[in-house]
C-alpha cells in the first residue's frame, strides 16, 4: 500500500448496532479500500448497505468496533480532531445548513469553523456560487430556496472549507434532473480543475457514472466489487446479452433461465420471446446454447444489451443475494 | 486551528440569529418581565419566604436573586438547547466536523450567549428596578467576574443536560424541572454549611454584597470567592465528564445526527 499516494485508506472497518437484547446488526463488516489522491470514488449500495455508516466511521461521527483509518498518511484515531482540517462532507438526511442564514453567511460560517476566511478564501467562495449558478442567491436565507439550491448550498459549503478530501452522500438526492446534471457537471469540473479527492455515495447510478472515476459496490456491510467504472462496464457489456426468438417462449424456458442464469428474464416481444441473459463465465454461452436448443428455441437475432450503470448495479447486487 | 476564527465565527452567527429571531428574542424577555411582575405583586405575602444568604426576605434581595436566575436559565438553556436545535436542524454533525473539536465551537458558543445575554437581562433589571423603585449598585468591574464565578455550575448543567439529550433526544421534561431546582439553589441559606457546595449558592450571596451593600470585588470574602471557584468549577467539570460520556454512547450507537 503506497500511503503517500493515498488520500484515504480504511482497513478492516467494522461497526454493529447493537439492539438492546433483541440482537445486533452488523453494518459494517470488515470494509478495506483505499482512495488515491484526485480520485473521485463512488460509494453504492442498496439502502442499509452501510454506505453512510462508512463514512461516518470515518469522519468520526460514529466509532467503530475496530478498524483504521488513515487520512494522507496520518492516523485518523491519534490524530483527532485535528485531522478534520482535511475533511469535509454532505451527509445524508440532514439539512447541513442553518436555514435562518443567508447562503452566504453560511458558506462564511462553516468556512470559518475550518479556519478558512482570507480575502483570497472569499474570492474562492465567490468563484463556488458562480459555478453552482447560485451569485444572485448569495444574500438569500436558506430557508427561501428550493431543495435543488439548498442541497447545492450544502455541496458549497462543503467545497468552501477546501479540504482536500471531500465526502458526498447522497448528493444529488432530492434534486430535479436539470439540477442533478448540473451538480454533476460541476462536479466533474471541480475534480479536473482542483485534483481534490471526492467519495460519493449515491443511490443515482448516473451520477455514479458521469462523475466517478471508481466504484465500490458494498451491500449486506461488506465490499462486493471495487473496481474503474469503465472497467466495470466493459465487464458487463460483454456478459449481457439479448435474444429474441423466432416465436413464443417455449415451455417452462423462463424458469430454466433464472435457475441457471441469476438476473436473468424472458418477455414475449413483438417480433417473439426476448431474453436477456447475464453471462458470468466465458464457457456459460455455451451451457445458454444448450438450453435453448433443449427447448427447441430459434434464434433470431442475438446481440449484447445496452449497458449502464444501474444494470451492471442490479446485476452485482442480484448474485450478490443469491449467494446469500 | 486559530480559535479566534472559530469564535469570531460563531459570535457572528449568533449574532445573525439574534436579529433573525428578534421578536422571539423580546417575546421572552418581555414573559420573564411578566413572571417577575406577578412576583412582585405577590411580593409582601411572599417575603418571608424568600431568603439570598444576608438579605432574607428584602426585596432587593428578590431582584438579585431574580436577575443571577435569569441569567443562569440564559446560560444553562442556551447550551443545552442549542445542542438539540443544532441535532433538530441536523446542523450537529457539521459542528462536530470542526477541526478544532466540537468542545470548543460549544465552548465559542458559551462566551457568545454570554455577551449577547448582558444586553437583554439588563433590561430586565432596569426594567425591575423601575418597577419596584429599589435601585441597586451597578459595578459592573465586581459584578462581571462574580456572575461568570456564579455560572459555571449552570454551565455545568448545561453540558450535563446537552449530553443526555445527545443520547436520550426528547428531555424537555428535565429543564422545566432545572428552572424550579435553581430557584431552590439560589433561595437555600447559605449559612448551611453543606449549602456551600452547591451550585449558584454562594456566588448568588456575593452579587447581593455588592449589588444591595455596594461593596466591591476585593472587600468581598476572599473565602467565599474561592469556594463559590472551586465549587462553580467543579460542576462544570462535573458537567463536562457526563457530556464527555453521553458524546462517547452517541458516537457509539450513532445517534449524533438523529433526532
Known amino acids: 500500500m503506497d500511503i503517500t499516494r493515498n488520500a484515504l485508506a480504511v482497513e478492516s472497518l467494522t461497526k454493529t448496532f447493537r439492539d438492546g437484547g433483541r440482537g445486533s446488526v452488523k453494518a459494517v463488516d470488515n470494509v478495506a479500500f483505499q482512495v488515491e489522491q484526485g480520485e473521485v470514488v463512488g460509494l453504492l449500495g442498496p439502502n442499509g448497505a452501510g454506505k453512510t455508516t462508512t463514512i461516518k466511521c470515518i469522519l468520526g461521527l460514529m466509532r467503530p468496533d475496530s478498524g483504521h483509518v488513515t487520512v494522507f498518511g496520518e492516523d485518523a484515531q491519534t490524530n483527532y480532531p485535528r485531522i478534520l482540517s482535511k475533511m469535509s462532507a454532505v451527509l445524508e438526511g440532514s439539512r447541513n445548513l442553518y436555514w435562518r442564514l443567508t447562503v452566504w453567511e453560511n458558506i462564511l460560517f462553516f468556512s470559518a469553523l475550518h479556519g478558512v476566511a482570507s480575502p483570497a478564501d472569499k474570492r474562492y467562495f465567490d468563484h463556488l456560487l458562480k459555478l453552482f449558478s447560485l451569485e444572485d442567491k448569495r444574500n438569500v436565507e436558506v430557508r427561501k430556496l428550493s431543495q435543488g439550491m439548498k442541497q447545492k448550498t450544502s455541496v458549497v459549503c462543503a467545497l468552501a472549507r477546501r479540504a482536500p478530501l471531500v465526502f458526498l452522500d447522497e448528493p444529488t438526492l432530492g434534486l430535479d434532473v436539470e439540477t442533478s446534471l448540473e451538480l454533476r457537471s460541476v462536479l466533474r469540473e471541480l475534480s479536473c480543475e482542483e485534483g481534490r479527492t471526492f467519495v460519493v455515495s449515491s443511490h443515482d447510478m448516473a451520477v455514479i457514472q458521469d462523475v466517478c472515476q471508481r466504484v465500490i459496490i458494498m451491500s449486506e456491510g461488506r465490499i462486493v466489487v471495487d473496481d474503474n467504472v469503465s472497467h466495470l462496464m466493459d465487464l458487463f457489456r460483454t456478459r449481457c446479452y439479448r435474444i429474441v426468438l423466432r416465436g413464443p417462449a417455449p415451455e417452462g424456458l423462463e424458469k430454466r433461465l433464472v435457475h441457471e442464469f441469476v438476473g436473468s428474464s424472458v418477455a414475449e416481444g413483438e417480433q417473439g420471446a426476448e431474453i436477456k441473459v447475464n453471462l458470468s463465465e466465458d464457457e456459460d454461452i455455451y451451457r445458454l446454447m444448450d438450453i435453448l436448443r433443449g427447448v427447441d428455441g430459434v434464434i433470431d437475432e442475438i446481440s449484447h444489451e445496452e449497458i449502464d450503470m444501474e444494470k451492471v448495479y442490479l446485476e452485482v447486487v442480484r448474485k450478490e443475494r443469491s449467494f446469500q | 486551528m486559530n480559535l479566534g476564527t472559530v469564535f469570531g465565527a ?136 462574580l456572575l461568570l464565578i456564579t455560572l459555571l455550575g449552570a454551565y455545568g448543567f448545561g453540558f450535563a443536560l446537552g ?69 462553580g468549577a467543579a460542576y462544570l467539570a462535573i458537567g463536562i465528564v457526563i457530556f464527555s460520556c453521553c458524546e462517547n454512547v452517541a458516537k457509539s450507537r450513532g445517534l449524533l445526527g438523529h433526532y
Open chain 2, 163 to 231: 449530553g443526555l439529550a445527545l443520547v436520550f433526544k426528547r428531555i424537555q421534561a428535565f429543564f422545566q424541572i432545572m428552572q424550579f431546582v435553581f430557584v431552590g439553589f439560589l433561595i437555600v441559606p447559605t449559612r448551611l454549611a453543606w449549602a456551600k457546595f452547591l451550585p449558584l449558592a454562594v456566588g448568588n450571596d456575593l452579587i447581593s454584597t455588592v449589588m444591595v451593600d455596594g461593596a466591591r470585588l476585593w472587600e468581598l470574602p476572599l473565602n467565599d470567592i474561592l469556594t463559590a471557584t472551586a465549587v
Open chain 2, 10 to 145: 460563531v459570535f457572528r452567527r449568533e449574532l445573525t440569529m439574534i436579529r433573525r429571531y428578534m421578536v422571539n428574542s423580546i417575546s421572552s424577555l418581555v414573559s420573564v418581565y411578566l413572571v417577575f411582575i406577578l412576583m412582585f405583586m405577590g411580593f409582601q405575602s411572599m417575603s418571608n419566604y424568600v431568603k439570598t444568604g444576608a438579605l432574607e426576605g428584602s426585596l432587593e434581595g428578590t431582584i438579585v436573586g431574580f436577575f443571577v436566575w435569569t441569567f443562569t436559565i440564559y446560560a444553562f438553556s442556551d447550551l443545552s438547547w442549542s445542542l438539540i436545535s443544532e441535532a433538530q436542524a441536523g446542523t450537529l454533525e457539521q459542528l462536530y466536523l470542526a477541526p478544532c473539536g466540537f468542545k470548543w465551537v460549544g465552548a465559542c458558543t458559551v462566551i457568545s450567549n454570554f455577551i449577547f445575554s448582558l444586553v437583554p437581562i439588563m433590561v430586565l433589571l432596569f426594567a425591575m428596578m423601575a418597577t419596584t423603585g429599589k435601585w441597586l449598585n451597578l459595578d459592573f468591574v465586581s459584578l462581571i467576574p
